[in-house]
């Protein structure tokens, strides 16, 4: 059974200029371990998508099902890194990790040690008592992370977890990333618009059509790892998607009027 | 992974940081002197407008003349006592206020019906000083205490309700999406999420109750008899005793300003500006 089976689902928007198809029918399964990449041009619909699995949105047609239950709304088994960290700047970063176990009614000590464990997992050991205002754009997104991983989702989804971080900066959270996966096996659904992050981090990559969109091509990806954004098999691959998904940025650009 | 940060400072910066946090010592300091260079000239410029004997005695009275008056306030206990009792009125409906505004206001934000009926309702109410609401009051409640501490309510009220309100209609909606994700609904959300979020907000609604609640308590103790900081002003007028009013009018600044330094910008201190990071 796939650990997440999304069926025909679709959305759409009503805004001032009128209706937009947002996602059109897209149906994907995924398996329990998988880390599934999706790449595709600005607007396509990737936020939607992942926000449908969380279940912070309803689908206008089709539905989710994750862990063998249909999605009616957010849950513990599923939770979501965003663009922007979506720390909250009235907590310490200590009480940010812990703010997902405090609502799952886990008492304090035992709270308070599972985010430490987690906060020492990130490198952010001396910075468990500093407010959010504090922390660089990378700590923040590294706090983002331990504040998922804290509930013990079985299911991740990131959107865009990396975009604002420096290249550096990038490439060590894709090895923290890297190594959290393979020790614990999560799911994990990625949406990113870097091809190369897509292909160093996938275990498959899917390329999503221009707005309304859906799945376009899927790539199964199956270098060794620990990887290397750099290594020459990665470009390659990722020279090819880039390709399949040129098409369809010229699309997604066109239609918007930008050239 | 080797993070610069896990190592400590060494001792030259250690004493740079040492030199920054000293300037920022003298620049408190250098605030003080301002201060108190400033309300001095003020104190200078009231004595020479009474030594140029540039209005009567009887309508601008002099500051020694004010300070012995409060000096007979204290000591005769007529002056705490005023304070004492507008005191408690203010506490009572300031917090009655609180009590109801905040989850009031949290509601209005958060459900879109309530926030187009009762929140309407409220912008109505706001343009509606709230003495108004006293000759309602007494037939209500009596010539008492009950009528001055409604009058208090629906001064504070409003703003309160309105600046809560608003706080949580300009929410980020990330954080709400963020507190779904990770679990917390229902009662939890308003409790820790919308509250805190908006907190910053509600401080700003607070501040402003608390000075619509003076206003309006004042107003109430002017028109109504009895004991108050408001009534004694009243008798200032009636005895033609400048002095007194001027230092009633001393005293309610003062106390406006201790609340606000010793309350609201330690609150605003504590839980806004050094977790948000801005500036105080
Ligand atoms: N709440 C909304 N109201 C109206 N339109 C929306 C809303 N959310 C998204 N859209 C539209 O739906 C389309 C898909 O949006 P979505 O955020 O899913 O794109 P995306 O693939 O995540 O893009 P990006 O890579 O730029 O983040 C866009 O054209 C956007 O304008
Ligand atoms: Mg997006």
Redesign the interface.
């Known amino acids: 059974m796939p650990k997440v089976e999304i069926n025909g689902v679709s959305q759409v928007f009503w805004s001032q200029s009128g209706a937009v198809q947002a996602l059109a029918e897209t149906s994907l399964s995924i398996d329990e371990g998988e880390f599934v990449c999706i790449v595709g041009p600005s607007g396509c619909g990737k936020s939607t998508l992942l926000n449908l699995v969380?279940g912070?949105a309803k689908p206008d047609t089709g539905h989710v099902i994750a862990n063998g239950k249909p999605v009616t709304?957010?849950?513990?088994d599923?939770?979501?890194m965003?663009q922007?960290s979506?720390?909250?700047?009235?907590?310490n970063v200590l009480q940010n990790v812990m703010?997902?176990l405090?609502?799952?009614g886990v008492p304090e000590p035992e709270r308070r040690e599972r985010a430490e464990k987690l906060l020492h997992m990130v490198?952010l050991s001396?910075?468990t008592q500093a407010?959010?205002?504090?922390l660089s754009g990378g700590m923040k997104q590294r706090v983002a992370l331990a504040?998922a991983l804290a509930?013990n989702p079985d299911i991740l989804l990131m959107d865009e977890p990396f975009a604002a971080l420096d290249a550096q900066t990038r490439d060590?959270l894709h090895d923290e990333l890297e190594d959290l996966w393979a020790s614990t096996r999560k799911t994990i659904i990625f949406v990113t618009h870097n091809v190369r992050e897509a292909v160093r981090l996938g275990t498959r990559v899917i390329v999503m059509t221009a707005r309304p969109g859906r799945v376009k091509s899927i790539y199964d990806i199956d270098l060794p790892r620990p990887r290397h954004i750099e290594d020459v098999g990665l470009v390659k691959i990722a020279a090819t998607i880039r390709d399949d998904l040129r098409g369809e940025v010229l699309q997604a650009t066109h239609e918007e009027g930008i050239d | 992974m080797n993070n610069v940060a896990h190592q400590a400072p060494s001792a030259a910066l250690t004493a740079i940081a040492q030199t920054k946090a000293r300037k920022d010592r003298l620049d408190r300091w250098r605030i003080y002197a301002m201060r108190l260079a400033f309300f001095a000239s003020l104190i200078g410029l009231w004595h020479a407008l009474v030594w140029l004997e540039v209005w009567d005695e009887m309508i601008f009275p002099s500051l020694p003349q004010v300070t012995e008056t409060l000096w007979l306030g204290m000591s005769d206990q007529s002056l705490p006592a005023a304070i004492a009792i507008s005191m408690q009125r203010l506490l009572i409906g300031y917090g009655l206020a609180l009590c109801i505004g905040i989850p009031l206001g949290l509601l209005l934000g958060r459900v879109r019906w309530l926030n187009e009926t009762v929140g309407m309702l409220a912008m109505g109410l706001q343009a509606l000083p709230s003495i108004c609401w006293l000759p309602l009051a007494v037939l209500w409640f009596g010539l008492g205490e009950s009528a001055m501490i409604f009058v208090v309510v629906m001064g504070a009220l409003m703003a309160l309700t309105l600046a809560t309100r608003d706080g949580v209609k300009n929410m980020p909606p990330l954080y709400m999406r963020a507190a779904h994700v990770l679990g917390a609904s229902g009662w939890r959300l308003y409790v820790h999420v919308m509250l805190p979020a908006t907190l910053p907000a509600v401080l700003t609604g607070a501040k402003l109750g608390w000075s619509f609640a003076w206003r309006s308590l004042m107003a109430a103790e002017l028109l109504l008899v009895g004991v108050g900081l408001g009534s004694l002003l009243e008798r200032g007028r009636e005895l033609h005793d400048m002095s007194l009013v001027v230092a009633v009018m001393v005293v309610i600044m003062f106390v406006g300003l201790m609340t606000d330094r010793w309350l609201f910008s330690r609150l605003e201190q504590r839980f806004v500006h050094r977790r948000w990071g801005t500036s105080a």
């Not at chain 1, 709304?73 to 513990?76: S, T």
């Not at chain 1, 407010?131 to 504090?134: D, G, I, N, R, Y």
């Open positions: 969380a912070l709304g957010p849950g513990p599923r939770v979501v965003f922007e979506g720390l909250f700047p009235w907590l703010f997902g405090k609502m799952a490198h001396r910075f407010w959010v205002h504090e504040r509930p060590m």
